[in-house]
């Protein structure tokens, strides 16, 4: 029974990797599942049997990167000791899985639409987006950052929304080696440590009240 799941697995695993091979040269558009099938080296029927559509295939390969990517940043923030260093072990480590297949999450991002399965933002992909907002969580908390209480719960969830900016400018980044990026990534990192670090200040605290409520009026909740 071992050997067969084993089997199974390895199947799997073997057509999603001629999913992504696939993807990469001919583009999600216009690959076929008669291609993945045949890159894989398994028979159509098969290849419906362990995914029913594209859209299947690009959501396990969401679930498989989200956990390859999760154990590696769990180390590099065990290792961390600022919050710089551990917003980093977040952020870099995503540009450093995806390299391989930006040209595939540019194609998915016009999967955007919350009501569609593949987006970032829908019911769908909750799971692995709690999972992510929760290591940002963490870098803040084991980081000490003290903000008021109108604000503080809101953000992990706008650092996380800060990286969609940054990951969506990189596959559309044009610039030799996407240097454009890097420099965006440097520089509005600096502005956020900034004004993470100055927003503690009593004298903000209207400000805060502020953009809480607004937040709340966003998320539809009290920052939970």
Sequence with gaps: ???????????????????????????FAKATMREIAAEAGVAVGAAYY?????????????????????????RKLDAATTLEARLRAVISTKFAYFAPNRALLAALTANIDPEHPLSPFSAETAPIRDQDIASFERAVTESGVKLPAATRPYLARLIWMYQMGLILFWVYDRSAEQATTRLLYEKTLAMLLLTIKLAGFPLLNPLHKLAGELLAAIYGDSGR
């Design 1 to 27: 029974m071992a050997e067969k799941v084993k089997k199974s697995d390895e199947t799997r695993g073997r057509i999603l990797a001629a999913a992504l091979a696939v993807f990469r040269k001919r583009g």
């Design 50 to 74: 362990y995914f029913d559509s594209k859209d299947a295939i690009v959501m396990a390969f969401y679930e498989r990167a989200q956990t390859e990517m999760h154990e590696e940043i769990e």
